[in-house]
């Protein structure tokens, strides 16, 4: 077996396109409109679908707003450089809401940014992650 995707609904599939490609420098792999059903599915990933866990964007297109549900927690993202990666956001218009820095009682650096929708993404610093919980 083989984790294929993560699936989000959008408020505004374009804001959300943006931020995924433009801020978090994914690729928009395929999208797909379904009149009939009134909603419209779009897949952003690092890589193919082939090789690589990507994350499907569902816009039902009479909901412009969802509210997050306490069971959902975040996407978590490995970065290089987490300050770099942080400063890249912001200056693409992104939100940082957790500043770089290690995790509560451990040493793995990470930080948060949150998309337009509110969906919270957790960059962690690779690095520190192997030397360190």
Not at 25 to 44: C, E, H, I, N, S
Not at 85 to 90: L, Q, W
Not at 100 to 125: C, N, R, S
Request: charged share 25%.
């Amino acid at each position: 077996m083989r984790l294929l995707h993560t699936m989000l609904r959008v408020g505004d599939l374009e804001r959300s396109l943006a931020f995924y490609t433009e801020v978090l420098g994914m690729r928009l792999l395929r999208r797909k409109d379904y009149p009939g059903g009134r909603y419209t599915l779009a897949f952003v990933g690092y890589g193919e679908e082939s090789d690589h866990t990507v994350l499907e964007l569902t816009h039902n297109w009479d909901t412009s707003h969802y509210e997050i549900g306490s069971g959902y927690g975040h996407i978590a993202l490995g970065v290089d450089d987490i300050v770099a990666t942080c400063e890249a956001i912001r200056a693409k218009g992104g939100r940082v809401v957790r500043e770089p820095g290690p995790k509560q009682h451990g040493t793995t650096v990470i930080a948060f940014a949150e998309d337009p929708d509110g969906y919270k993404v957790e960059l962690i610093e690779l690095a520190s992650r192997a030397h360190g919980a």
